[in-house]
């Protein structure tokens, strides 16, 4: 059984930081490329950035420059720090898995429940 474990999250200023950690059972995690998703009110579900099993980051645009996603294989978890948040970062972050991701294509096979981020202006 799968399953994505995420913590953090919370509110936080516009201009502040945030860090989202995410711990998966140990054979997805081994196997997958890591990633995040997240969905604001009344918009659809968006990519946000992912790390393939070898360590290499790819990010959406928005959050470029912004966001640093990272894995801890020791620890079975992935990162995502957010710096500089903005008040459209806010949305529920799900954390999500990709067992047959390469390189820069990564589609969502797995699902965590979500944490709340909410950034105030």
């Known amino acids: 059984q799968v399953q994505l474990v995420e913590s953090g999250g919370g509110l936080v200023q516009s201009g502040g930081s945030l860090s989202l950690g995410c711990t998966a059972s140990?054979?997805?995690?081994?196997?997958?490329?890591m990633g995040w998703h997240r969905q604001a009110p009344g918009k659809q579900r968006e990519y946000v950035a992912h790390?393939?099993?070898?360590?290499?980051?790819y990010y959406t645009n928005s959050v470029k420059g912004r966001f640093t996603i990272s894995r801890d294989i020791a620890e079975n978890t992935v990162f995502l720090q957010m710096n500089n948040l903005k008040p459209e970062d806010s949305a529920v972050y799900y954390c999500?898995?990709?067992?047959?991701?390469?390189?820069?294509?990564?589609?969502?096979?797995?699902w965590g429940q979500g944490t709340q981020v909410t950034v105030s202006s």
């Open positions: 999500t898995a990709d067992p047959h991701s390469r390189g820069i294509i990564y589609i969502a096979q797995y």
């Open positions: 140990g054979s997805i995690f081994n196997n997958s490329a």
């Open positions: 790390i393939t099993t070898g360590g290499s980051p």
